[in-house]
């Protein structure tokens, strides 16, 4: 499923929030004039992400949160970020990526050789 905000976005302004999204740390940095960094929005996202998890373990259905999982969601690539269910025992599903306009797949196309390569050096460090 989309989002119902991406829909009624044109292309240009898809485009603008996009590259906005990608470089929100530079900004955030920018806009502190050097004397800090996105670490906040990093501590935020990960509470909500103990929250929801101890939320799933406690009984609670329906909890669903973006993660960086190992899955087959993206062809040649063995983790992405992808929606998922939370239940009591962890991860009860990972969600596929949805239908992707045109832009969205050149994206995907253009992320995944670097990707893949982030993915390599995380795998070899791990295994050292």
């Known amino acids: 499923t989309s989002p119902a905000v991406l829909p009624k976005l044109d292309e240009s302004a898809a485009a603008a929030l996009t590259n906005r999204i990608q470089n929100a740390g530079t900004e955030v ?12 929005s990093m501590a935020y996202a990960a509470a909500r992400f103990a929250e929801s998890c101890m ?20 062809d040649g690539l063995p983790f992405f970020s992808s929606l998922v269910s939370l239940g009591k025992d ?39």
């Open 55 to 74: 939320t799933a373990m406690a009984g609670v259905t329906g909890v669903e949160e973006y993660s960086y999982v190992e899955s087959e969601v993206v």
């Open 90 to 128: 962890g991860i009860e599903k990972i969600h596929g990526l949805g239908s992707l306009n045109a832009a969205e797949e050149a994206g995907l196309t253009e992320l995944k050789e670097e990707l893949k390569g982030s993915i390599d050096k995380g795998i070899a460090f791990a295994n050292k």
């Open 29 to 40: 940095v920018e806009a502190k004039a050097g004397a800090g960094s996105a670490t906040l």
